[in-house]
């Protein structure tokens, strides 16, 4: 069967760095998407990683390795405003996309 | 705002009432998706449509309905509901599907309660 794995919770603090994982085991691979959703709100694409290595976006980064089956999203200089869940999804060789059960991320003080 | 809105937010239904949730999207896609978002679990995708047309039904029960009028709109007719059904409905619009590098629009959701 096909599996996204991601951590259920994490927990950080205001101006630090945190990794959020994301491994998987597709039938087949068309690119990997993180997203995020903050509380009551609408997911948000946040990046696409379709060939290995790291793509950099203002404070954020998604990096892939895709022969470990393995991401993760980078957030640096943490702001409160970055409390949300994070959801991974990979498309799959039939373009369908599968998700993870997303990790929330909460930032203190 | 995503170009994505949904109506509406919040839905109380009993098992025998019948009621449709709507999708409105303004961004000029040609494909659009109903999701079902359970707590602590993936998002589980219901339908989609591109073009008008239904391409994908993933074995969703025949109480959900979907409508698909014009590439703008996107109904989800509801009856007969059970209990479990109650979960966060979310509507997704794309410029297309089956490419890629479809970077999905998500509206904010409707948050059902069947009782």
């Known amino acids: 069967g096909q599996n996204i794995d991601q951590p259920t919770e994490m927990t950080a603090t205001e101006g630090a760095i945190v990794q959020i994982n994301c491994t998987y085991q597709t039938s087949g691979f068309n690119g990997l998407f993180w997203y995020q959703q903050h509380a009551g709100e609408a997911p948000t694409f946040l990046s696409y990683?379709?060939l290995d290595g790291l793509e950099e976006k203002g404070r954020f980064s998604s990096f892939l390795s895709r022969s470990k089956g393995y991401s993760y999203l980078l957030l640096k200089e943490l702001q409160m405003k970055d409390s949300a869940s994070y959801l991974c999804?990979?498309?799959?060789?039939?373009?369908?996309?599968?998700w993870g059960a997303g990790t929330k991320l909460i930032i203190k003080p | 705002e995503t170009g994505v809105t949904q109506t509406p937010r919040h839905l109380v239904m009993g098992m025998t009432n019948k009621k449709s949730l709507k999708c409105e999207q303004h961004?000029?896609?040609?494909?659009m998706y109903w999701y079902k978002q359970s707590a602590k679990k993936p998002l589980e995708l219901m339908f989609v449509?591109?073009?008008?047309?239904?391409?994908e039904n993933n074995s969703v029960p025949s109480r959900f309905s979907p409508e698909c009028p014009n590439s703008s709109h996107l109904f989800l007719h509801l009856h007969t509901l059970q209990p479990e059904d109650s979960a966060l409905y979310l509507c997704?619009?794309?410029?297309?599907?089956?490419?890629?590098?479809?970077?999905?629009?998500f509206g904010s959701g409707t948050q059902l309660s069947v009782l």
């Open positions: 999804a990979v498309m799959d060789s039939n373009y369908q996309l599968i």
């Open positions: 449509y591109s073009l008008e047309e239904r391409v």
């Open positions: 997704a619009s794309s410029q297309e599907t089956g490419t890629g590098n479809e970077k999905l629009f």
């Open positions: 990683n379709v």
């Open positions: 961004l000029g896609h040609n494909a």
